[in-house]
């Protein structure tokens, strides 16, 4: 018995190139359990004897045998196993890791690894309570934030294509291109996310953007509140010239995320930026 308890710890160490959960799980426990059924390999060959030294030989891809040198008067142990075909989510190459197989990368970590490299990756990590409470409040009252914010943008669009400081502002509902379509499809109004080109040049949009107080200065969109932004110089600093005038994106142009404040707030905001670039 003590022999055997010794093979399953010297088989841990050895199968890291075939083993999914647990290596000594994979090995038959002989004339005691028969072998556990949730594993990749399969054993096809086992003798018992006395252990004292430890070998081990890759046959291929497919299938690992282990030999345990034999003493005086016993005759030792060996194993034979191959890959089953099971579990070939941490088996089988992946091709999201460039190939790589966790069972033959991690050994017995295989399936702690794969949570943690995909599953982890592609879910998260799993939510508390709390924060599954705060997520149902945010969808569950997410129509009346969209209202408030689709009536603050239509104020705001108003406020600006009659601001004399204001070149242009991009938003289908004062673009002839786009207008019969937008009010066909949005009769109630859409689009919280947009741009403007204030008179001037980049040193002017960066003066009127750092005037600013309530819009914070922030990459992403459709936030609560309203955020504000330097599409050249940030978001799309990486284009060519040629490339920033193919997307109509111009030294002078701001991009705005309207938010849920009071539109009073908003546009008062807006008036002292303005100022601040006489």
Request: proline share 5%; hydrophobic share 40%.
């Amino acid at each position: 018995m003590g022999n055997l308890t010794s093979l399953k710890k010297a088989a841990a160490v050895l199968l890291t190139s075939v083993t999914l959960m647990s290596a000594a799980a994979a090995l038959p426990a002989v004339n005691e359990t028969p072998l556990l059924s949730q594993t990749a390999i399969t054993v096809e060959a086992a003798s018992v004897g006395k252990v004292t030294g430890l070998t081990s030989k890759t046959l291929s891809n497919s299938e690992i045998k282990l030999s345990w040198k034999k003493v005086s008067g016993a005759s030792g142990y060996s194993v034979c196993m191959r890959k089953n075909g099971k579990y070939p989510q941490i088996a089988d190459p992946n091709p999201s890791y460039h190939g790589v197989s966790f069972q033959e990368a991690a050994g017995p970590a295989a399936f702690v690894t794969y949570i943690r490299a995909i599953i982890l990756r592609d879910t998260g990590a799993t939510i508390s309570p709390f924060n599954a409470f705060l997520l149902l409040q945010g969808l569950e009252t997410l129509s009346l934030r969209v209202e408030r914010h689709v009536e603050n943008t239509k104020k705001v669009i108003e406020y600006l294509v009659n601001n004399p400081k204001v070149e242009k502002v991009n938003h289908p509902s004062v673009d002839s291109r786009y207008k019969d379509l937008y009010n066909k499809y949005f009769p109630n109004g859409a689009g919280s996310i947009f741009t403007f080109e204030i008179k001037g040049g980049e040193a002017e949009a960066k003066k009127f953007i750092d005037s600013l107080k309530i819009f914070s200065i922030l990459a992403n969109v459709a936030d609560v509140k309203s955020l504000v932004i330097h599409p050249a110089t940030t978001t799309h600093s990486q284009l060519s010239p040629e490339e920033l005038a193919e997307q109509d994106i111009k030294p002078n142009t701001i991009r705005l995320s309207i938010g849920t404040e009071h539109i009073d707030d908003i546009i008062h905001d807006l008036d002292e930026a303005f100022a601040a670039i006489d």
